[in-house]
């Protein structure tokens, strides 16, 4: 419970409206061309992905496949496979990022670390592949999600801006027409992209990239949470706007790419208190996300490419129910999901019609405030609106709904908040409207022994 307050400290009133002033994003996908596939699949997954309309594919180098025993000595295979990843990509017109991360136990100092010690090793390895790809691979990220311990052993936006600044020149060098991208954060995580400016990362990218995965794996790309200090959380999709604007505080005004976003399609549910932090969701709603998602998108014109993640149910766990097996917008057997033709359907509108506009939703938690401390019962209490009309307002504790009402005024005295254990406990209010759209406003109160 501490840790999901503490991640998502308190929510705001929520407003959404989007112009129909639009530029459609480039349209990429996340694909595993590199991670093993075999030849057949690599050239199965190459003409899918043609049909698909996607005009990038996102690859990835994990370098300790490639240089795994000693600095300047490669892996013959590995370095076929890549080579023929690239090859096949750029025969069928994709555009290519590379994403490049995971050191090998000579440069990190052991097998449990995923991080180099010294920078230059990266910037050699990673100055090596721009050369042998010079002209065929258009982009280079620095690195995946390096704000979580999953990629970078002991996160550090110091640590990485060294990294960062090492391998920008070293690409440079190799390929001067290559773009550098920021590696892609987890979620929008922009503190961790200002403690990057303050250690000096301005200057060695040529665009920053974050991941806008949403609260639980579930939340809707239009469905926006604020924290105290009334910016969007970084668990909302459209927290990649708060990004853009730590970049301008600070003089930025780079490209936004978004290098990875998506929603599985298994039956696991979120459940924080529990532990289990990502749901899926059905694929129906998978492709109505998409379309919205890249929607919302060609409402910035600072969004540069946008990768959905990924284009196949991860092969090699042939559709396993886990949430980490099923965000394909095809199954592991090529059969397609809906969000493939959402993906067609983004990828085709460069030239089309706007997308529609968002129409707004918001709702404000007037009860309980947050710091409220009682041992009795809890008032809980909200105003909202909505363009269509407010369809209901759902009144939560610590995750679980306690009423729903459909008309106003909404809220209740809930006497059951007496017999919830002494300490912190999670108040919200979700407003709904008839399109199925949330806003999500919450407080945390104290129930005192």
């Not at 750029?90 to 180099?116: C, E, F, H, I, Q």
């Not at 059951?416 to 919200?428: A, M």
Request: net charge neutral.
């Amino acid at each position: 419970m501490r840790r999901l307050l503490f991640f998502l400290a308190l929510v705001s009133t929520v407003s959404l409206a989007m112009t129909t002033d639009a530029r459609a994003a480039e349209v990429g996908v996340v694909t595993d061309l590199t991670w093993g596939a075999s030849s057949a699949e690599q050239d199965r997954t190459v003409a899918a992905i043609r049909d698909s309309g996607a005009t990038w594919v996102r690859l990835s180098i994990q370098w300790k496949n490639l240089e795994p025993a000693l600095p300047g000595v490669y892996d013959v295979w590995w370095l076929a496979h890549v080579d023929r990843a690239v090859q096949l990509s750029n025969a069928a017109g994709r555009k290519v990022l590379m994403v490049v991360y995971d050191a090998p136990a000579w440069a990190s100092g052991s097998a449990a670390r995923s991080t180099p010690r010294n920078p230059a090793d990266y910037a050699s390895f990673i100055s090596f592949v721009a050369q042998r790809y010079r002209g065929r691979i258009q982009a280079y990220e620095i690195w995946n999600e390096q704000n979580t311990s999953r990629f970078w052993t002991s996160p550090s936006a110091t640590a990485y801006t060294r990294l960062l600044q090492a391998a920008y020149p070293a690409v440079k060098r190799a390929d001067p027409d290559a773009t550098v991208v920021f590696g892609g954060l987890s979620t929008s995580d922009y503190d961790y992209v200002e403690s990057a400016y303050a250690a000096g990362a301005r200057g060695y990218f040529d665009a920053l990239a974050v991941h806008p995965y949403t609260y639980c794996g579930t939340g809707a790309p239009d469905e926006v949470r604020r924290g105290s200090t009334g910016r969007i959380t970084r668990d909302s999709f459209l927290g990649y706007r708060e990004v853009r604007a730590s970049m301008l505080a600070r003089g930025d005004d780079k490209p936004l790419w978004i290098t990875e976003f998506g929603w599985n399609t298994s039956t696991a549910r979120c459940d924080p208190a529990a532990g289990a932090w990502q749901g899926g969701v059905s694929e129906s709603l998978q492709a109505s996300y998409l379309a919205r998602a890249y929607g919302l998108f060609a409402a910035d014109a600072y969004v540069g490419p946008a990768f959905a993640y990924n284009f196949r149910n991860n092969y090699w766990q042939r559709d396993e129910d886990t949430p980490e097996a099923r965000y394909g917008l095809v199954r592991s057997d090529f059969t397609p999901k809906p969000a493939l033709d959402a993906l067609r359907a983004a990828a085709g509108g460069a030239g089309g019609s706007p997308p529609a506009p968002v129409q707004s939703l918001s709702v404000t938690l007037t009860a309980p405030t947050s710091g409220t401390a009682t041992k009795g019962a809890l008032t809980l209490a909200a105003v909202a609106s909505a363009d269509g009309g407010v369809a209901r307002v759902d009144f939560a504790v610590d995750g679980t709904v306690v009423r729903a009402d459909t008309d106003a005024p909404y809220g209740f005295r809930w006497v059951g908040f007496k017999r919830l254990s002494p300490g912190l406990h999670e108040v919200e209010a979700r407003a709904y409207d008839s399109a199925g759209r949330v806003a999500v406003n919450t407080a945390t109160v104290t129930r005192l022994p």
